[in-house]
């Protein structure tokens, strides 16, 4: 089975903060995603990544940034954390050659701001 | 660019009732259409998917949707509910992006609770 692991499950922190937020897949896939969850919106695409070092913006990059060094590790890091980023973010990864698209996701980190 | 619509935000439904969720899609070529269910605290977990032929595709859990493309649909169902299937739905439409990376969309979601 696919797994894809989010370090933190809860995470609260301070207004000002910087903010990473860890993924880490086992499969070898090369494209991982980066979303956010709110009620009433759904999930909204952030970053992804189609391979190690190669990242493109989503529909909601602002205040945010990504990291990939290594192809099973995927990155979201809030600079600056302010409270309208407090969200479920949800990671998930892909392969490339898999055009048809089935995305496996992890469990989320709900993210406090304060 | 893609869109998903799910116009209902939350269904309630008896235990043992039947259950359809609505999907409206828009895209201009042929979609990957996929429905995905998220427990409460979980991630979200696949359920089923349509890429091509039978209209009528299966899913895990019992739940099975049907590809319309005169409607631009992609309905889920399941003919008799249980409680444990209280969660939200996702539906999402994949479509490739400017990179040649495949893409998901995904509507608003629909939350269902079961009364026993």
């Known amino acids: 089975d696919v797994k894809v692991t989010q370090s933190s499950r809860y995470l609260v922190k301070r207004t000002g903060e910087k903010v990473f937020l860890e993924c880490v897949q086992d499969m070898d896939h090369e494209n991982m995603f980066w979303y956010r969850q709110d009620p009433g919106l759904g999930l909204r695409l952030i970053y992804f990544s189609y391979d190690v070092k190669m990242k493109e913006k989503g529909d909601i990059p602002e205040g945010y940034s990504v990291s990939r060094e290594k192809k099973e590790r995927f990155s979201l890091i809030l600079e600056s954390a302010s409270t309208n980023q407090t969200s479920m973010y949800l990671c998930?990864?892909?392969?490339?050659?898999?055009?048809?698209?089935?995305?496996?996701f992890g469990a989320g980190t709900r993210l406090s701001v304060l | 660019a893609q869109s998903v619509t799910q116009p209902d935000i939350h269904i309630t439904v008896s235990e043992g009732a039947s259950l359809e969720l609505r999907c409206n899609y828009s895209y201009g070529a042929t979609p990957y259409l996929f429905w995905y269910v998220q427990s409460p605290g979980q991630g979200l977990q696949l359920l089923l998917k349509?890429?091509?032929?039978?209209?009528l595709v299966q899913g895990i859990k019992g739940f099975e949707a049907e590809f319309k493309r005169s409607q631009s649909s992609f309905n889920l169902r399941k003919p008799s509910v249980h409680w444990s299937d209280a969660a939200e739905y996702f539906c999402?439409?994949?479509?490739?992006?400017?990179?040649?990376?495949?893409?998901?969309?995904f509507g608003k979601g629909t939350k269902l609770s079961v009364i026993p």
């Open positions: 998930a990864s892909k392969r490339e050659e898999e055009s048809k698209n089935i995305q496996y």
């Open positions: 999402a439409v994949g479509a490739r992006s400017g990179a040649g990376s495949y893409q998901l969309t």
């Open positions: 349509y890429f091509s032929g039978d209209t």
